[in-house]
Structure formats: C-alpha cells, structure tokens
T-cell receptor, first 115, second 110 residues
Framework: ETGVTQSPTHLIKTRGQQVTLRCSSQ?????VSWYQQALGQGPQFIFQ???????GRGNFPPRFSGLQFPNYSSELNVNALELDDSALYLC??????????????FGQGTRLTVV | AQRVTQPEKLLSVFKGAPVELKCNYS??????LFWYVQYSRQRLQLLLR??SRESIKGFTADLNKGETSFHLKKPFAQEEDSAMYYC????????????FGQGTTLQVKP
C-alpha cells in the first residue's frame, strides 16, 4: 500500500505566474483534500474532490482551482500568484463512501515560495 | 462559524511530567474531533480521534461537549513526544474538510 505523495517538494515562482501542484492519493482512496499552511499557522482547507467532482470549498478565491483524475490523483492550480500564496500546500486523501469518510492521510507537502 | 483554538503556541515540560495540550472548539452541532501530530521532518499524521476512545502512545483525549473542549493528555511525557500537535474538527463524517487549530509545540526536556 503506497502513501500520499506530492510533487514537487519545493518550488519558487514569481508573482503573477501560475503554478500546478500534484498529489497521488493513497491506494484505495477516492477523496482528496488540499490545504494551505502558512508559516506558524495550522492548515487551512482549500477544497476537496470526491470521485472527480469538487465537493466542498474553503474561503479561497477562484484563482485556486483543482482537478481530480480517474485514478483519483489530483492537481491544485493557482493563477496570478501573490506573495501571500507562499506556504506549504498539503494534500490529504481519504476514502469517502457516501455518508462516511475515513481518516485523512497527509502527504509531505509542497513548499511554494512566491518572490 | 466553526473554529478550533489552541491557546498555547509552546508547551515546555520535563521528562516524566504530566502533559495537557488544550483545545477548545466552537460548533453548534456534533463534530468529530481529532489530534494530529507532526514530528520533526515528518508528515502530519493522525494521533487519535474522539470516536475511537483509545489511547495512542500513552495519550488520551476526552470530548467535553459542555465545555466544548478536547484536551490531549499524557501522564508522563517522554522526550520522543516532542513535536507539533494540531487539534482539528470535522463537522460530520460526510465531508473530508478538517478545521485545524494553530498548533502547539510540545517540548519535552531531559
């Protein structure tokens, strides 16, 4: 059984650019959630995908978007990067079965720096 | 709005001393509560969840709905317990959305 993997581990981008972060969910999991963790803060929920559909969104602007693929891997896209987007981005996968969700397993994160 | 508050950013204790990491939440319904831990250079991982009512690595946490608290306790701290601890709330099991507190760094001194 493989765990949650994220790529890349580190990334530096310039303000105004676009970035794509990737996440492979744990084997057997069909739900992926993305979180932003600023320095010294707890993770903040961005959105969740369940069976390729967005299934919940936090308080983030539309320039944060995502995709989930048939193999349940996922991408987080951020357009028009701002300095405040610099953070650790975490992906978590779980098994959603209708009304039930199992515990979430987290990836190691992607550290994004916007300069 | 749902919120999780961890009032202490840093808790420093000596080895063998009791530990209590505080967590308070605001939510009008019946949430699920979790404690996550992040050891140095490792990923965030689940420590325990209130519905399991189990003890993991000597840690326990009891959900007190009257006081809206979910404090994490261990009677005798070990050096290997040094880590960042996050309390998190999930509104119900039909969503994966976790609301995290700001985290408490536990430092266990020898």
């Amino acid at each position: 059984e493989t765990g949650v993997t994220q790529s890349p581990t580190h990334l530096i981008k310039t303000r105004g650019q676009q970035v794509t972060l990737r996440c492979s969910s744990q084997s057997g999991h069909n739900t992926v959630s993305w979180y932003q963790q600023a320095l010294g803060q707890g993770p903040q929920f961005i959105f969740q995908y369940y069976r390729e559909e967005e299934n919940g969104r936090g308080n983030f602007p539309p320039r944060f978007s995502g995709l989930q693929f048939p193999n349940y891997s996922s991408e987080l896209n951020v357009n028009a990067l701002e300095l405040d987007d610099s953070a650790l981005y975490l992906c978590a996968s779980s098994l959603g079965q209708g009304l039930m969700n199992t515990e979430a397993f987290f990836g190691q994160g992607t550290r994004l720096t916007v300069v | 709005a749902q919120r999780v508050t961890q009032p202490e950013k840093l808790l420093s204790v000596f080895k063998g001393a009791p530990v209590e990491l505080k967590c308070n939440y605001s939510y009008s319904g019946s949430p699920e509560l979790f404690w996550y831990v992040q050891y140095s250079r490792q990923r965030l991982q689940l420590l325990l969840r209130h519905i399991s009512r189990e003890s993991i690595k000597g840690f326990t946490a009891d959900l007190n709905k009257g006081e809206t608290s979910f404090h994490l306790k261990k009677p005798f701290a070990q050096e290997e317990d040094s880590a960042m601890y996050y309390c998190a709330l999930r509104r119900s099991s039909n969503t994966g959305k976790l609301i995290f507190g700001q985290g408490t760094t536990l430092q266990v001194k020898p």
